[in-house]
């Protein structure tokens, strides 16, 4: 009998996203998350693994389980030279990142960054960014993801990542709760985030009497001058300064009241106050055709569970909510900040299923990065099974000037299924679109969407709402049978 031939090792194909941490980069292998790690990180991870409060907070879901992998299994692989060992993490749903998340979901990143580290340091243990992309979301319940971050603790050598931890965590916070500027922009557009002297410039001389604005941002920046002298090394300066490490411990629970303290309120001025808040109850056709509305998304989700929806332009979640109990994840998408901070706030703290984020979906978040590729596009991130577009089309065709047969062929690219609701031109949100425009759009017609449809779809049902003015339509992609929707 011939001997059975070993299974060939595949090349690893690092993640283009996790090149910043030589020491423990990531990567994706039959649809499971690794880690590799080289001398020093596999060292710093047999340390910390065997800690109590890391097995403590791998089991509340803080930080993510992680496993690693046997000789044989490491086998499998092949792996660069330097590589000694191989960490094995659980998939999150859906990555998200701090440039979509609302105010809300950046301070619970924000407060577990800290708690995660004021523990870690009793136990000799040091977190080496502090950066909120080490951190996803399951619903709204953050998780740290980045076990390559925990090293040992230097005794009385400063806290490293504290101007990171400022920049893109702290600064962001400030703006937004003390000068309502949506950080998500800027972090978008800056993805190390936000320095001390450009943060100074959107505060005001009287907001520097606020907490955390001096200390943390002018004092912040008084130090950034001192650091472009050549000569000049703050650890060292620090060190010889008789620095302890029972000062980072005394910064760290000052930072925790002050996040804790900083509230954002969507309708505590003018500007910032949402025009779509109670938009359900605020229109009397929109109040009318609600019942039905809402019943024909319960028809549909309940057929069978999905793993990911997305709810394009959810505004308070309400659909979002109906979808939750039928489907593991559901992305609850909108470009009003106050929409999705409500949303936030209203889901219970351990809510691991909707996870609601600012996106303007006529301008959704791009690949970002080196080479664009270090932070993914919107629709990299997986493919959903479940569309909802309730209440959006009429705003991508006659606000933003999107052809129809770009929305449609762009919803049919994202590979699921769909219900879509279209509001005639005789509808009275359409009209107030409409009032101050010249009318371009005869690609907008029921007409029209249908034929469009009609090229990548398969219409299962098509219902009028009450008030008569909108449509509701469930269509598959072509070529998926017709018994996946439980018609």
Known sequence: MPPVASPVASPVKFDVGSFRDR????????????????????????????????????????????????????????????????????????????????????????????????????????????????????????????????????????????????????????????????????????????????????????????????TNGWLHAALERNAQQVSTSTVTDLKSSGFQSQMIQQMLKKLTRLVERLEWNPAATQWAATQWANYDESLPHVAEDLQAKSDFVRNVCQTHRRTLVWDLGC???????????????????????????????????????????????????????????????????????????????????????IPLPDVVGWLASLGGELLLEFPSKRDAMVKGLLRNKRDQYADYSLEHLVQELQKSFQIVRQVSLPSGERTLFHAIPQGKSKSADGA
């Not at 407060?111 to 340091?121: G, H, P, S």
């Not at 101007?163 to 500027?181: D, H, N, S, T």
């Not at 978008?188 to 959107?202: D, N, T, Y």
């Open 23 to 214: 020491s423990a980069r990531v990567f994706e292998s039959e649809q499971a998350i690794y880690r590799t790690l080289n001398q020093e990180s596999s060292e710093a991870w047999k340390r910390v693994s065997c800690q109590d409060f890391f097995q403590r907070r791998m089991s509340t879901g803080q930080i993510i389980p992680t496993t690693e992998l046997s000789d044989s299994e490491i086998r499998r692989f092949l792996f660069p030279t330097e590589v000694t060992g191989v960490l094995k993490h659980e998939r999150i749903p859906f990555i998200s990142y701090p440039y979509e998340w609302p105010f809300a979901l950046l301070k619970r990143a924000t407060l577990l960054q800290l708690d995660l580290l004021a523990e870690a340091m009793t136990h000799q243990v040091m977190l080496k960014d502090s950066t909120p992309y080490n951190i996803q979301f399951r619903g709204t319940q953050p998780v740290f993801i980045d076990i390559g971050s925990f090293i040992p603790l230097v005794p009385n050598e400063p806290w490293l990542a504290y101007r990171q931890f400022c920049e893109l965590m702290l600064f962001p916070l400030l703006l937004q709760a003390y000068r309502g500027i949506h950080f998500q922009s800027v972090l978008r557009a800056q993805l190390e985030g936000i320095p001390a002297k450009q943060f100074l410039q959107w505060i005001r001389w009287r907001d520097l009497f606020r907490p955390g604005v001096f």
């Open 315 to 401: 505004n308070d979640g309400r659909f979002s909510r109906i979808a939750s109990e039928f489907a593991t994840t559901v992305i609850a998408l909108d470009q009003d900040h106050g929409c999705i901070e409500r949303l936030c706030k209203s889901l219970e703290p351990e809510q691991r299923v909707i996870l609601p984020l600012c996106m303007d979906l006529a301008n959704p978040s791009p690949g970002q990065g080196w080479r664009g590729q270090e932070r993914r596009r919107l629709e990299e991130r997986g493919e959903p099974d479940l569309v909802l577009c309730l209440g959006l089309i009429h705003h991508l065709v006659l606000a933003a000037n």
